[in-house]
């Protein structure tokens, strides 16, 4: 249990990127009182752990009742998580943050947007669908109540690190730098790629009974 819960913790925490996360939720509420800023950051990560367990749960449900199999999950998911590590390595997913962060400072400047805990926080930048095909597939090829137990205790300390991370998200950036964000983004694209690489061969295997 502890092995597959180190290694949830590991892809969770490289899909959801909570320092990542941090920086983008700085420039989101760049104007926002203390205790509005704390609210939001609360509510957003609330969100995301309501959507990701329920896919958890519901996910094979779901699946079956679009009728794909979990092989083709398998590779969809992993062709998926390839290319967020590819947009890490060359720096796409973080500029792609920026400009949705942007986009909603402009919204909210023009009193059209109030409340992004949902949108963009929650999703897609907390759970987005790299973490949501990670949690259906681990909850599919773990189905002891220990070993889902386990995962759901990754995704949820990870989460609770991006809470702690949005509430401390000022002193964070200076503390860090971009130049260590740049690293660390880096290093764990390659992590993802070959990750994604492993769901690819294991759901070809099984889609066409290579054993």
């Not at 420039?27 to 205790?35: D, I, K, R, V």
């Not at 681990?138 to 509430?167: D, I, K, P, Y």
């Amino acid at each position: 249990m502890l092995e597959l819960y180190l290694a949830a913790f590991a892809t969770f925490f490289v899909l959801i990127n909570p320092a990542g996360v941090a920086v983008t939720f700085a420039s989101l509420t760049g104007g926002y009182a203390p205790g509005h800023r704390i609210s939001v950051a609360v509510r957003a990560v609330m969100i995301a752990a309501v959507v990701l367990f329920s896919f958890g749960f519901m996910g094979q449900w779901l699946l079956g009742q679009l009728g794909v199999s979990l092989d083709s999950f398998r590779i969809a998911g992993g062709v998926l998580l390839f290319l967020i590590a590819v947009d890490m390595l060359f720096e796409r997913r973080q500029a792609r943050r920026e400009e949705t962060a942007a986009k909603v400072a402009e919204a909210r400047a023009q009193g059209q947007m109030d409340d992004i805990s949902v949108f963009p926080l929650a999703i897609p930048l907390i759970t987005g669908p790299g973490a949501i095909a990670t949690m259906l597939l681990f909850f599919n090829e773990h189905t002891t109540a220990e070993a889902r137990a386990a995962v759901l205790a990754a995704a949820g300390a990870n989460l609770l690190l991006t809470l702690g991370l949005l509430l401390a998200v000022g002193p964070l950036i200076r503390v860090m730098g971009a130049t260590v964000l740049m690293v660390m983004t880096r290093i764990f694209g390659i992590m993802l790629a070959a990750l994604a690489a492993q769901f690819v061969v294991d759901g070809v295997r099984g889609a066409f009974h290579l054993g």
